[in-house]
Nanobody, 124 residues
């Protein structure tokens, strides 16, 4: 059974940094994608970044490119998101996700597994 558990959320001021972690376990195969989504109440869920665990290919949403960095530890399947130069519009609940290749990493449609989320609040 796949489990994804996020940690590292919190509150920082504009321009600050945070590191999110996702402890992942139980994957039935090795060829999959992992990534992060975020959601603000009243708004649609947004794909932030995703990574293919075999090829290492990444895709960043334009809103975070150059500020966020995703990484994956092959040894323990840990997934990390380093967030720098944070802005108030980065506020939201961040969800770790994993799926077979081919899922929609912009909307979240077809994503197989989700964590419960960790809250990130950026204040000005």
């Amino acid at each position: 059974q796949v489990q994804l558990v996020e940690s590292g959320g919190g509150s920082v001021l504009t321009g600050g940094s945070l590191r999110l972690s996702c402890a992942a376990s139980g994957f039935p195969y090795s060829n999959y994608c992992m990534g992060w989504f975020r959601q603000v109440p009243g708004k649609e869920r947004e794909g932030v970044v995703n990574l293919h665990t075999v090829t290492g290919m990444t895709f960043y949403a334009s809103s975070v490119k150059g500020r966020f960095t995703i990484s994956h530890d092959n040894a323990d399947n840990g997934l990390y998101l380093d967030m720098n130069n944070l802005k108030p519009e980065d506020t939201g609940t961040y969800y770790c996700a994993a799926s077979e290749p081919g899922s929609n990493w912009r909307s979240g449609a077809g994503i197989n597994w989700w964590g419960k989320g960790t809250l990130v609040t950026i204040s000005s």
